[in-house]
């Protein structure tokens, strides 16, 4: 069962704009984590927010966690043609580590 | 760094033969997980083992068996496989402890005629 459900789903932006995803999730969790993935590639890790954390930030990414409301948002800031590829949230409710993937965003950023 | 690799990379097989998919991670690693893609779908996860010696079922299990040969070695088998096995097959890895992110390997994909 999808723990984490992305929007949008799809996602067009130009070069320099900023980017926002969103996901939302249904239980509690232990934290929420961003993935990305390349076209024919495995998923690399983004940035992981603990349940206890409001706010990340890793270089041009934001990320915010909102426990109340169960939703997260992931901030790309000046996109650029290389942040094209799938966004992923995963959750994680603390047991053994296993993560529970939401069906991605398909990100777009055109030169 | 090779981080995790999986092998083969692509694969045909025909109904009903069965094949393992190898994954290894050279990072020490205690948890290692194997996922399938669909289009649509995400990653769910099919088996993960927390630690040498452990194996547990996943979200989608049927029609899969695991072995977690050491430490580094954690493969997939397909007894008897069937058209629905059609997927990309992801492999990963993770540190002990609470808050760990995963490591992927860049995937096997298998097709199922």
């Known amino acids: 069962s999808q723990q984490g459900e992305e929007d949008p789903q799809a996602l067009s932006i130009q070069e320099g704009e900023n980017a926002t995803m969103n996901c939302s999730y249904k239980?509690?969790?232990?934290?929420l984590q961003w993935y990305r993935q390349n076209s024919g590639r495995g998923l690399v890790h983004l940035i992981l927010i603990r349940s206890n954390e409001r706010e990340k930030h890793s270089g041009r990414l934001r990320v915010t966690l909102d426990t109340s409301k169960k939703s997260s948002s992931l901030l790309i800031t000046a996109s650029r043609a290389a942040d094209t590829a799938s966004y992923f949230c995963a959750t994680d409710t603390g047991a053994n580590s296993k993560l529970t993937f939401g069906k991605g965003i398909t990100l777009s950023v055109r030169p | 760094n090779a981080g995790v690799t999986q092998t083969p990379k692509f694969q045909v097989l025909k109904t009903g033969q069965s094949m393992t998919l190898q994954c290894a991670q050279d990072m020490n690693h205690n948890s290692m997980y194997w996922y399938r893609q669909d289009p649509g779908m995400g990653l769910r996860l099919i088996y993960y083992?927390?630690?040498?010696?452990?194996?547990d079922k996943g979200e989608v299990p049927n029609g899969y068996n695991v072995s977690r040969l050491n430490k580094r070695e954690f493969s997939l088998r397909l007894e008897s496989a069937a058209p629905s096995q059609t997927s990309v097959y992801f492999c990963?890895?993770?540190?002990?402890?609470?808050?760990?992110?995963?490591?992927f390997g860049d995937g096997t994909r298998l097709s199922i005629l």
């Open positions: 239980t509690s969790i232990n934290n």
């Open positions: 083992s927390a630690s040498e010696g452990t194996t």
């Open positions: 990963a890895s993770s540190g002990w402890g609470f808050n760990q992110p995963q490591h």
